[in-house]
């Protein structure tokens, strides 16, 4: 079982920054892949970065590529999403997941992981 607690999240104005982190409970955090996704107002939830257990793998969605990055430290068992150049449209409710395994073709579907975090706002103003 794992636990997964977002924070970081608040309001910010178009063009600067902000850094979400999740942290995980466990002893096997290395083992698994972390994912972001986030949820706009009144739309579905969509991806939006992965990375491997390791870390040495991530994946973007072509939305928030070149403006936001993944990381994570197994040490702390925590993921992070540091998020630069926001877009009003990054508004939306960000959420952590954890899955054990996946394809390039399953890692961006939210019904493919198997844990999730409650997520943390986070609003840009323009």
């Known amino acids: 079982q794992v636990q997964l607690v977002e924070s970081g999240g608040g309001l910010q104005q178009a063009g600067g920054s902000l850094r979400l982190s999740c942290t995980a409970s466990g002893r096997t955090f290395s083992s698994v892949a972390m994912a972001w996704f986030r949820q706009p107002p009144g739309k579905e939830r969509e991806f939006v970065a992965t990375i491997s257990g390791g870390g040495s793998f991530t994946l973007y969605a072509d939305s928030v590529k070149e403006r936001f990055t993944i990381s994570r430290d197994n040490a702390k068992n925590t993921v992070y999403l540091q998020m630069n150049s926001l877009k009003p449209e990054d508004t939306a409710v960000y959420f952590c997941?954890?899955?054990?395994?996946?394809?390039?073709?399953?890692?961006?579907?939210?019904?493919?992981?198997?844990?999730w975090g409650k997520g943390t706002m986070v609003t840009v103003s323009s």
């Open positions: 997941a954890a899955y054990r395994s996946a394809t390039l073709g399953t890692m961006r579907d939210p019904s493919r992981m198997d844990y």
